[in-house]
Nanobody, 115 residues
């Protein structure tokens, strides 16, 4: 089992920045890829960014050049630096940890960007 705890969400004006953090605990040695997803009201959950254990990253087109994902395997943490935030980035952001058996999810943290 893997437990994920997110932090760092909040309210920010358009153009501002936020940094999300996610700490994993439990059977962290089973984790391969970690990432962030988001879900806006009335919309499906969508991928924001992922990072492999080796550091390979993948970003949604909508956040490329603005968001940066990083990972510390020793501390079992993954961070998402979000810059140049837009109102359309408003959503609940979820941390995800993938193992060979299943995906684990955090409880989510709200990010609200005001115009």
């Amino acid at each position: 089992q893997v437990q994920l705890v997110e932090s760092g969400g909040g309210l920010v004006q358009a153009g501002g920045s936020l940094r999300l953090s996610c700490a994993a605990s439990g059977s962290t040695f089973t984790i391969n890829t970690m990432g962030w997803y988001r879900q806006a009201p009335g919309k499906q959950r969508e991928l924001v960014a992922t990072i492999s254990r080796g550091g390979s990253t993948n970003y949604a087109d909508s956040v490329k050049g603005r968001f940066s994902i990083s990972r510390d395997n020793a501390k079992n943490t993954v961070n998402l630096q979000m810059n140049s935030l837009k109102p359309e980035d408003t959503a609940v952001y979820y941390c995800c940890a993938r193992t060979s058996i299943r995906n684990y999810w955090g409880q989510g943290t709200q990010v609200t960007v005001s115009s």
